[in-house]
């Protein structure tokens, strides 16, 4: 099976964070760690055997933080309620959201919409199709990224504490990761709300441009 790297990268990102946090907050602990097999000296061989494995283990949890976001994003929050309710005030033809009478849930009326995004797309000339999927692409994998990123701050900030509360350690270094995690959860998830604002009016004014018809050529013209 082949994997690729850019999906081993975008999973082990979120993963290696939390290692990262996690376990130099376990080595600062000092004395309190010093017998156990985690802090102990190692040999060359040793150490780039472990940093391969926690490379694979980051992998892994990356991979578990972004069902995690999906599961609270989308499941428990009911993201497609929210950007629904974000695309009735920006697309101008409220028939791409019609549904049956069967179907009226914005679960519903989400994959509507999306099947006509999808519609228009195909009506598109290469060029531009390409252009717009790449950047639709693009903006929806950083979307994910950051989400899964959150999930991975959120996740090393408990452990922090966890692993300071159970040595009873609160140092200057403590403090400066607690108030760095928070930093950075705030910015990612300011980057996250841009970005996922970016996507909605990408995707509502494309679609009120191609309805306009402000893409027709010869080939997707009405006859």
Excluded: C
Excluded at 29 to 57: D, E, Y
Excluded at 181 to 205: C, R
């Amino acid at each position: 099976m082949n994997i690729d790297t850019k999906y081993l990268i975008r999973w082990g990102i979120p993963g290696w964070v939390f290692i990262l946090f996690s376990y130099t907050t376990y080595l600062s602990m000092g004395n309190n760690v010093k017998h156990s097999i985690f802090a102990g000296s190692f040999t060359v061989a040793q150490l780039l055997g472990i940093l391969v494995s926690l490379g694979f283990i980051g992998v892994v949890f990356g991979y578990l933080m972004h069902q995690i976001y999906f599961s609270l994003n989308w499941i428990f929050t009911n993201q497609s309620t929210k950007i629904m309710s974000k695309m009735n005030g920006l697309i101008q033809n409220q028939e791409i959201f019609e549904t049956s009478n069967q179907e009226s849930s914005p679960h519903a009326k989400y994959y509507k919409m999306e099947f006509n995004w999808q519609k228009q797309l195909l009506m598109l000339e290469e060029d531009k199709r390409q252009y717009i999927a790449e950047r639709y692409a693009y903006l929806l994998s950083t979307i994910h990224g950051l989400g899964a990123l959150l999930v991975s701050l959120v996740s090393s900030f408990i452990a922090v504490l966890i692993i300071a509360w159970s040595h009873h350690v609160l140092n200057g270094l403590m403090l400066f990761y607690i108030l760095f995690l928070i930093y950075l959860g705030f910015s990612v998830y300011k980057g996250f709300k841009y970005y996922s604002e970016n996507l909605n009016h990408f995707q509502a004014n494309f679609l009120n441009s191609f309805l306009a018809g402000d893409f027709k050529t010869d080939s997707n013209a009405p006859k």
